[in-house]
């Protein structure tokens, strides 16, 4: 082991001699050092010692710019003004659904008076809907063991669940706004899914983001929330895996989705060719459905109507194709005509439906 490893002093390299200056001998609690390294070139690369409270001190000093970059770069600008729809729906949307979606819990009359039973119980609670399913006999020694009955009426029916209180606070309104757009031409080639994305982006309100890097990108994407949609199953007729790129996929909230409502409404429907509004589910269709209950709304608009869009309609004959788009509107409402209540809503935002039997006619 050699001797210089145990000297405590400040070396300064000096590239003209091969020489090592050695200064005054400091404490081993003031200095630290550390052994040469001798290079490829044979010229001896040493460490210059620092004190344990300045390296501390340089330590923290970076660990809080840091902090300061990350903090700086999480900043999001605030709403500088309310949407025109968002106001609408306060000031008189909200009443207005208040009074159409109201129903009478059970139990009550008209009057305000409360019924009773025979044996003088009131009629101020729903009954169970699980006491309703049937049930096997429990003193059945071959059905003892069996799992419970599944409820009747198709795969997709649900039990009866009581009706929600109308009130204020869980009046219908609009949570977000989900946009897909399948490309299958992306399952071979991943470039056809960029014309997509970036129309996901335009029609969002999203800047121009052509400057920024594929790390940011990726970021962007994950904040503003577009994600790329894959396949759930596998096809062998259509030489599909499960996990496959096939499309776009982008969520709303917030004032940006009041403006892309605005947008649809005001641009891109009313100029639609042969358009007379989006077709309501027949009268026939089952009430009880898993779809009819869920408060979603979806219509999809056809490829044509890609140009309608103000921030495409420019650029139109630039891209290499066009695109067609499911648009899912997510409402809180749920249970027994949470459907009915749900296009009540959007149809107040100049979104029409029609009966199929009505568009045939005026057809």
Known sequence: MSLRSFLPTRL??????????CLRRQGPSEWTTKRSIQST????????????????????????????????????????????????????????????????PAGYALDGSTPHRADGRAL???????????????????????????????SGSLPRRPPSDSSPENLVRLKKISIDIHVPEAIHTKKELLGAIYLLQLISGQPDRAALSTDQLSKLFR????????????????????GMVC???????????????????TFVLPRLKDFNGFALP???????????????VQIGLPDHAMGLWP?????LENWPRKYGMNIHFLTNATGPGASDKARALISG?????????????ER
């Open 282 to 296: 027949p009268v026939d269709a089952h009430r009880r459905h898993a779809a009819m209950v869920s408060g979603v």
């Open 223 to 242: 904040s503003e929330g577009i994600q790329i949609s894959r396949t759930k199953d596998k096809s062998t007729t259509f030489k599909v895996r499960t």
């Open 124 to 154: 101020t609670q729903h009954p169970d809907p699980i006491s309703k399913l049937p049930q096997w006999d429990p003193e059945d020694p071959y059905t003892r063991n069996r799992p419970p009955r599944p409820p009747k009426g198709g």
């Open 12 to 21: 300064v390299l000096n590239p003209g001699c091969k020489s090592i200056q």
């Open 41 to 104: 070139s044979q010229t001896r690369a040493t460490v210059v010692s620092e004190p344990e409270g300045e390296r501390t001190t340089e330590m923290q000093r970076v660990k809080k710019d840091s902090n300061q970059t990350a903090a700086l770069f999480s900043i999001r600008p605030g709403q500088l003004y309310r949407s025109r729809l968002a106001e609408h729906y306060h000031n008189q949307m909200a009443s207005d659904l208040l009074y159409m979606t109201y129903e009478l």
């Open 349 to 361: 935002f100049r979104v029409p439906f029609v009966r199929p039997q009505d568009a045939k006619l």
């Open 247 to 265: 499309g776009a996929h982008l969520e709303i909230r917030g004032p940006k989705m009041f403006d892309f409502l605005d947008i649809l409404s």
């Open 311 to 315: 921030a495409v309609e420019e650029s």
